[in-house]
């Protein structure tokens, strides 16, 4: 039924960024790498409906650009749990899977909307063409793998832009893991010559940067090396870091970063020492400023584990926010498939 994909953009890229490794529809099942255990494990969460999908996005299976991919291809798991039915009921059943899939997490509620309404507006133009059964599926699954494969092309433009600011020989420092972003930066170094050092903050408590970004570094062939979640002030000065780097899963229309809690401290120590902070990313036009970010709060049980080993005493608390804000004053650039812009010119990307 589905062609074979071409024109991938996943190419040179290792194991974890390639896209059935991601997240990948086949034969009525989604299978998405679980992010939690690997490189320890390499295992695949089996999603047999949507709200199976929904919840492995909940329950953080997957991270960084994971649960928007995870989303569009739970699109496709829907469409097919009713493929046969009659076109009433097949339209109404995706509106609600696209509902539970962009709202399982609440602080990227937004930009999920944007994916998986995309995806209701092409099986309704499916419906209108006439297409039914296996046809609906294949139409939400090209739309599913355009999705991925178009997202991989931008960050290719974002990630050699991102490499043109590494000086050749330098040293980053990385905070959680900036997904497919890093993969393409360290693709373009490559291409480019250029022999860099990697330093990855480990990120608590799910060791995303130890376990994430530190796998695609190392798998890429980069000199790459692990710090604990207190030690980035003392590095990015004793290690002579040329740039601190991350991720954002949003950046309001004013400038402000909300990524993986942790990333203001180290933009208050990089801008303290006269190091640039770069983000890559894209402005949200839903979100204005920070008056309508909810901050995640994640189950604090997690903050008093490791791997799921306890390491504090019964009786004590935990505290979780997912994420924290940085202003823009403390960003050096926003990275963006556009270029590079201020924090604070960010309405100069809508208009290029």
């Known amino acids: 039924m589905i062609h074979l994909w071409k024109d991938r953009q996943d190419y040179d ?10 997240s990948w529809y086949q034969d009525g099942i989604v299978k998405i790498l679980d992010r939690r255990i690997y490189p320890i494990r390499t295992e695949f969460v089996d999603c047999r409906n949507y709200q199976e999908v929904s919840k492995a996005i909940k329950d953080m299976v997957t ?32 509106k609600v899977a696209a509902y539970h899939l ?15 309404n995309k995806g209701v507006a092409i099986i309704e133009e499916a419906l209108k063409l006439g297409k039914t059964s296996d046809e609906l599926v ?34 980053i420092l990385t905070h959680c893991f900036p997904g497919t972003v890093v993969g393409t930066m360290l693709r373009a170094c490559k291409e480019m010559h250029k022999n860099i050092k990697v330093y990855c903050a480990e990120t608590r408590p799910y060791f995303q940067g130890s376990r994430l ?52 401290q180290i933009a208050l120590a990089a801008n303290y020492f006269g190091i640039p902070y770069y983000v890559t ?36 608390k935990g505290y979780y926010p997912a994420f924290d804000i940085t202003p823009p004053e403390f960003v050096s650039g926003i990275v963006t498939d556009k270029g590079i812009f201020p924090a604070n010119h960010l309405k100069e990307y809508f208009e290029v």
Not at 63 to 78: C, D, K, N
């Open 102 to 116: 962009s709202h399982a997490r609440p602080t990227t509620a937004e930009q999920m909307i944007g994916i998986v």
């Open 281 to 316: 990313g894209t402005p949200d036009l839903n979100h204005k400023d920070i008056s309508h970010i909810v901050i995640e709060q994640r189950d604090p049980q997690l903050v008093m584990e490791s791997m799921g080993v306890r390491v504090t005493k019964e009786g004590v």
């Open 138 to 171: 294949e139409a939400a699954m090209t739309f599913a793998f355009d999705y991925i494969n178009n997202n991989y092309r931008r960050y290719t433009k974002i990630g050699r832009l991102m490499a043109e600011q590494i000086p050749d020989k330098g040293a």
């Open 13 to 22: 890229l290792p194991f974890l960024l390639k896209f059935e490794n991601v």
């Open 63 to 94: 991270q960084s650009e994971g649960p928007y991919v995870a989303a569009a291809m739970g699109m496709v798991l829907a469409i097919n749990e009713v493929k046969d039915r009659d076109k009433y009921t097949i339209l109404e059943y995706v």
């Open 213 to 264: 970004t530190a796998s695609v570094a190392c798998d890429m062939g980069f000199d790459v090396t692990v710090i604990s979640d207190n030690m980035p002030a003392y590095t990015l000065k004793s290690q002579n870091i040329d740039v601190f780097i991350s991720a954002s899963d949003v950046i309001t229309q004013d400038g402000h970063v909300i990524n993986k809690v942790g990333t203001f």
